[in-house]
């Protein structure tokens, strides 16, 4: 790896160049055992050790963070008036650019993947990828025989939108709650799917990317990192 100011190395990451040169002024930063004084100082990330307020500070190229996500917050990367979901990312986890790949509604609660990797967050939402989303689905009244063909073969809407068939098996406990598989992510998709075969949904939980699960001990809004195994189970 070629070398590179170390002021804008950390503001790849979290820190923004500003940010990046007060925690250099204000003696926070470390490099191999002394600390930085010029914010001009080269470092290559491969091979020098670097520390913020004593412990290593890693450049990674991308983040993936897994959430739980809770009712009332927004999938958005900002917003005036409504808190988001990159608003419960760990500060530890923070850095520029971060964003949801993929929209959960307000309402709507599991597990969302934030990261500010774009090419990845493309490949997951494309319906071409065939990456599956699995949710948790609560209806008002259990689906008829006809509307579960019906969502399995794919609905056509009167607007002329066109959702791809589905896979979708009935709780052995509850007639009213389904597991149901999607590759698509289309505006309010499930809702507006069970409205249309007289069954609207109540409650919608996510709870798979890919074969990846959400972490059922993280509790609604809490977020850790995803590990290089648990990508691979999304895009495999």
Same mark, same amino acid.
């Given at each position: 790896m070629a070398l590179e100011r170390i002021d804008k190395w950390l503001s790849a990451g979290q820190y923004s160049r500003k940010e990046a040169k007060q925690l250099?002024?204000?003696?926070?930063?470390?490099?191999?055992?002394?600390?930085?004084?010029?914010?001009g100082q080269k470092v290559n990330a491969d091979t020098d050790e670097v520390l913020l &307020? !004593? $412990?290593?500070?890693?450049?990674?190229?991308?983040?993936?963070?897994?959430?739980?996500?809770?009712?009332?917050?927004v999938s958005a990367s900002r917003?005036?008036?409504?808190k988001t979901v990159v608003d419960l990312v760990p500060e530890h986890l923070k850095r520029n650019g971060l964003f949801p790949a993929g929209r959960l509604d307000k309402d709507t609660t599991g597990f969302v993947l934030i990261t500010d990797d774009g090419a990845f967050a493309h490949n997951i939402l494309s319906p071409k990828h065939h990456v599956e989303k699995t949710y948790l689905v609560t209806?008002?009244?259990?689906?008829?025989? &006809? !509307? $579960?063909?019906?969502?399995?073969?794919?609905?056509?809407?009167r607007d002329g939108t066109r959702f791809l068939p589905a896979?979708?098996?009935?709780?052995?406990?509850?007639?009213?709650?389904?597991e149901v598989k999607i590759c698509e992510g289309k505006y309010h998709q499930i809702k507006r799917m069970f409205a249309a075969v007289g069954s609207p949904v109540v409650a919608l939980k996510r709870t798979h990317i890919g074969k990846l699960a959400l972490d059922e001990t993280l509790q609604p809004g809490q977020a850790r990192e995803l590990t290089k195994e648990e990508l691979e189970q999304i895009t495999k």
């Open positions: 250099i002024k204000d003696r926070r930063v470390m490099l191999n055992g002394k600390p930085v004084t010029d914010a &307020d !004593g $412990k290593p500070f890693s450049l990674k190229k991308y983040i993936y963070i897994m959430l739980n996500k809770p009712q009332g917050v917003s005036p008036n409504e209806v008002e009244n259990p689906l008829t025989k &006809d !509307g $579960k063909m019906r969502l399995e073969e794919g609905l056509e809407m896979y979708v098996k009935q709780s052995e406990e509850d007639a009213c709650i389904f």
